[in-house]
């Protein structure tokens, strides 16, 4: 029977360390994460419209007086010194109230795209991740197959010696086996190239990542109904949830251009103090002024050109686009989980029939080999089989990489992925290759709310 070993790395990364270290280092995350801290700043500035306004003033001034009268003139002058502090509080203006409560529908938008932002990551970085593996799958069984050619080479070349065989199967061998150098050649840059990937999204060079345990054992598919994960996408995927809100926040914007309409109220609070040492010009002496001012200010619009009309018009339009967009990206997101819930059972089943057709592979290249020995099969029938059983473990490693990813995928296409879900892709993972970790304190990555971090 042919057996093939993996010569794998003593220490590796699992999955979430991986992950871990990309989180803190992904430029495309690290930009999400400032965007979302920028949009609450933007979102807390709408506060100002409906809290208290306070302004401290002060001010010299010095004033020069001529006066001419009948035969006589006058030239005075005299200095003012005045300083206030003054508050208005809005009492009643709704286009304020509205667009506080936009500020708050905002900064839960930013929220729903971080958490876009952090899935995508996570289904990056472990694409990445199994690119590396499958690359190293392939290196190791072009390999393997190298060896096997070449002993099915050298057998050949025998056999013709001794006059048991023709030149035919040497020549079928000699380039069979150069053509597994050539695909020996590519696996390698292959590999070199998908690593380069991982590196970049981890920032340090030298990943490796931890194969799969032996034997596989893949984590089932939970649940199997896919009802069940379309209904929770609808309810809770974050793309949705975004929808909904730009909705919330187009009505909002209606009631702001309605507004223009309706009449505002103020309070007004001052003090002021005026000191005038040289007098006035209708005071000669000193004089010091305080004067303290409460009141209300009402302001009523009457006409402005139909402007508010219009507003009116073209947010209820563009509120009917939300509403609109709502719909499309509920159904798109409907979609993508049907489609991708089909994807991954059919990975699973082609995993399946991959490891019957492996052990039917087997069979063959050991009847095939057989068959040479006796004269039945030319060289060329085990060629085409050790092929054939290469082609299907390099199909099987690719088909459960799939199904590993396809599990986060399917998870962010309904919109309930988190960083938790990569410790069950961990535990199918080889314990041996992993770095050493404090076994009190087990790897995990939670989630929490960027903003308190």
Do not use: C
């Amino acid at each position: 029977m042919l057996a093939v070993s993996f010569a794998w790395p003593v220490h590796g990364q699992s999955l979430v360390e991986i992950y871990t270290s990309a989180r803190g280092y992904d430029a495309t995350y690290q930009g999400a994460r400032a965007q979302y801290e920028a949009t609450l700043a933007r979102a807390a500035q709408s506060r100002a419209g409906i809290l208290p306004t306070v302004g401290l003033s002060a001010g010299a001034s010095h004033t020069r007086q001529d006066l001419s009268t009948e035969g006589s003139a006058t030239t005075r002058g005299f200095n003012t010194q005045s300083v206030g502090i003054n508050a208005t509080q809005p009492l009643y203006r709704p286009a304020n109230w509205a667009a506080y409560e936009q500020g708050q529908r905002q900064a839960e938008v930013a929220q729903m795209v971080l958490t876009i932002a952090e899935q995508d990551l996570i289904v990056r970085v472990s694409q990445a991740y199994f690119d590396v593996l499958a690359s190293q799958d392939s290196l190791a069984l072009v390999r393997a197959q190298k060896v096997a050619v070449a002993e099915q080479l050298a057998s050949a070349k025998r056999n013709f010696e001794v006059g048991t065989s023709t030149i035919t199967d040497s020549r079928e061998a000699q380039a069979r086996y150069d053509l597994v150098i050539a695909q020996e050649i590519a696996a390698e840059n292959d590999l070199q190239v998908k690593k380069i990937v991982l590196d970049q999204l981890v920032g340090n060079t030298g990943s490796v990542p931890v194969p799969l345990a032996a034997p596989v054992m893949l984590p089932p598919l939970a649940p199997a109904d896919i009802e069940v994960w379309t209904s929770h996408a609808d309810a809770g995927h974050p793309a949705i949830q975004q929808a909904r809100l730009g909705l919330d926040v187009a009505g909002l914007e209606v009631q702001k251009a309605q507004a223009g309409h309706l009449p505002t109220l103020d309070a007004t609070l001052g003090y002021n103090v005026t000191n005038n040492p040289q007098g006035t010009n209708t005071t000669p002496g000193r004089s010091r002024v305080k004067a303290l001012t409460v009141g209300v200010s009402l302001n009523l619009p009457l006409f402005a050109g139909y402007a508010i009309e219009n507003r009116v018009r073209e947010t209820l339009a563009l509120e009917d686009q939300s509403r609109s967009l709502l719909e499309a990206t509920r159904r798109g997101v409907a979609q993508a989980t049907r489609a991708t819930y089909l994807g991954l059972v059919s990975a699973a089943g082609q995993v399946k029939a991959l490891e019957a057709a492996e052990v039917s592979s087997q069979i063959a290249l050991e009847a095939n080999r057989m068959g040479y020995q006796v004269g039945v099969r030319i060289n060329i029938d085990v060629l085409n089989a050790q092929s054939q059983l290469f082609q299907t473990k390099r199909d099987l490693a690719v088909a459960r990489y799939s199904v590993l990813l396809g599990n986060l995928k399917l998870r962010q296409a309904n919109g309930t992925l988190v960083p938790e879900d990569l410790n069950a892709i961990d535990a199918a993972l080889a314990t041996h290759g992993r770095t050493p970790v404090d076994s009190a304190a087990p790897v995990s990555v939670s989630r929490r709310t960027p903003a308190r971090q």
